[in-house]
């Protein structure tokens, strides 16, 4: 099982983007999910996080800002960024605990560089 993401990019200072990440491989479905970010010289820290009911949680850094969703069906989460600024700029990482038929493991995905310059 690999955690895929994908959407990130240059944008301006305004802008927005979307990341999304699912799971490749054969799974039974995926329980809670979110997205974590890393900048240069810094700690990996929390953005956003969303629970299989649609329940979130958002570091205050991000809030009214990003919205992070789910298509369950799909077991794609989404992470649609506006207002962006320079301080956002970081790598931004998927999370997710995956369910293989009765295991729950977590995983996280390989990474997608976000970059908030003009």
């Known amino acids: 099982v690999q955690l895929q993401a994908s959407g990130g990019g240059l944008v301006q200072p305004g802008g927005s983007l979307r990341l999304s990440c699912a799971p490749s491989?054969?799974?039974?479905?995926?329980?809670?999910m979110g997205w974590y970010r890393q900048a240069p010289g810094k700690q990996r820290e929390l953005v956003a996080t969303i629970r299989r009911s649609g329940e979130t949680n958002y570091a205050d850094s991000v809030k009214g800002r990003f919205t992070i969703s789910r298509d369950n069906a799909k077991n794609t989460v989404y992470l649609q960024m506006n207002s962006l600024k320079s301080e956002d700029t970081a790598v931004y990482y998927c999370?997710?605990?995956?369910?293989?038929?009765?295991?729950?493991?977590?995983?996280w995905g390989q990474g997608t560089l976000v970059t908030v310059s003009s």
């Open positions: 999370n997710a605990d995956v369910v293989v038929v009765v295991w729950v493991q977590n995983y």
């Open positions: 491989g054969r799974i039974s479905g995926v329980n809670d």
